[in-house]
């Protein structure tokens, strides 16, 4: 039977192998990301579909870092020329061509790290996101589905994945498909991918907090907005970041 006690039994094992498993990619992925922020960078995320969930836990939310920007689709409307109706194709995210558009709006500095989010990372505009920031010269992590992207076959003409680009591969830990709990007749219900990136998401906001510890200096973190103080510290630490994150509702 199909029931909410059911996922949760099944997720669970699914968030403790990840923690033991991807401790050492963590660990890697923080030393490139503390090391960009400190020295002046930003940390640029994207995700499409679903995996924008990842890049929002990411950027603008308390106890989070401020030197973080969402990058995704609706950008090339909200802050590009792009028609509206164009968020309206169900294939945008396999275009190619909309990953310069959103590498240009990101308007990337040299110390500037991306984090890239794809279950199956093998769709145009991910592959090409992310072959441009290495031609950028960027740090590069990838956050995907190991098993899932090994059995599917590369949309992007140069035939890589968005793993064969990463400096640094997150394995989100879910399963081929995404979905968990599988159906009588075939198929399965209830997807993970959102579940096991949030948690990556905070694991790497500990450790990159970690290491500004270590180095003796305060950590950029965001209050809640909805705590005395809280806009004002806010807007305090993204003054230095003037004209490089975007804060969109």
Known sequence: MISAQRYADAVRPVLDRLVDTQAVAVDRAADLIASGLRAGGVLQAFGAGHSEAFAAELVARAGGLVPANRLSLHDLVLHGDAPRDVLADPKLERDPAVAHQLYALAAPQPEDVFVVASQSGINGSVVELATLVKRGGH???????????????????SGHRLADLADVVLDNGA??????????????VCAVSSVTAALLAQLLTAEVVRRFHQAGEVPP?????NVPGGDEHNLALESRYAGRLRRTA
């Open 139 to 157: 740090q590069l992590i990838a956050v995907t589905s190991v098993e899932h992207t090994a059995r599917v076959a590369p949309r992007h003409p």
């Open 221 to 225: 973190v965001y209050l809640s907005a």
């Open 175 to 188: 399963p081929y498909g995404d979905a968990l709990l599988p159906l009588e007749g075939g198929g399965a």
